[in-house]
């Protein structure tokens, strides 16, 4: 939860914590109980918390990734979730919050963006595992986003198998196909990943990630406490 203080460090050890507007974020707990912490890779990549708001990311070289890899190797199953919201549309293929690296490397699994023609043509959801994708063309935004998809890569076909709501709309007819195959045996990434691909100027405000794919009711309980966030 990128709202809540009490979550959040200025150094990746955790023992100084963010107190004001402004101030770095090099360490985020996990408040899942499973000790999933997020750090920064270097202190001048660290994104900044706005009270009232979250942790910014300026798009050039922020990051915040899980202090180690997240395995969800063992399943075909996977839900993901962000609230945030988007600084600039100026950005190419801006990556909110992923598993792995699915921007170019289609090795991954999380929630992006896309452009055409030099502006930000919004793909959600966006599943990606082994070289494949599965997408929504929704209007760019800079207002509070809440994304939500959950997806199956048992079947080789996306079709049918991604469920996704992006701001209360539901998507059913996502397309696209994938390698079948399990999740991966990697981080968790915000902002610039490892590899030094894509990333733009946004906000986080919460997010999860689930080696799962939920019943509609997790689901939308899910949903619901992602937009919560101020």
């Known amino acids: 939860d990128f709202t809540d203080m009490a979550t959040l460090f200025q150094d990746s050890d955790r023992t ?15 408040i899942s109980g499973l000790h999933r912490v997020l750090a920064s890779p270097a202190a001048g990549r660290r994104p900044q918390f706005t ?17 180690d890899n997240i395995d969800l190797s063992a399943t075909t199953k996977a839900t993901v979730g962000v609230a945030y919201r988007f600084n600039s549309l100026a950005a190419a293929y ?43 063309s929704v209007p760019p935004s ?17 079709h049918g198998a991604v469920r996704a709501v992006h701001n209360g709309v539901a998507y059913t007819n996502a ?3 994938v390698p079948t195959g399990n999740m991966l ?3 968790v990434q915000l902002g610039k990943d ?9 906000t986080a405000k919460r997010a999860v990630l689930i080696g799962a794919d939920l019943s509609v009711d997790d689901f939308n309980l899910i949903e619901a406490w992602l937009g919560e966030a101020p």
Do not use: M
């Open 94 to 136: 801006p990556q909110v919050f992923s598993h792995g690296v699915p921007w170019p490397q289609g090795d991954g699994f999380g929630i992006g963006t896309d452009t055409a023609g030099g502006y930000i043509d919004a793909l959600f959801p966006l599943l990606k595992v082994g070289g494949g994708s599965a997408n929504e």
């Open 175 to 177: 397309t696209g196909s």
């Open 185 to 187: 045996n990697a981080r």
């Open 51 to 67: 009270a009232g708001d979250g942790v910014a990311f300026d798009g050039v070289d922020d990051s915040l990734w899980s202090n």
């Open 194 to 202: 490892i590899l030094g691909w894509y990333s733009g100027p946004y």
């Open 16 to 30: 100084v914590p963010v107190t004001a507007s402004s101030q770095p974020v090099d360490g985020v707990n996990d």
């Open 142 to 158: 800079l207002t509070n986003c809440v994304t939500v998809i959950r997806g199956d890569s048992s079947a080789s076909t996306l």
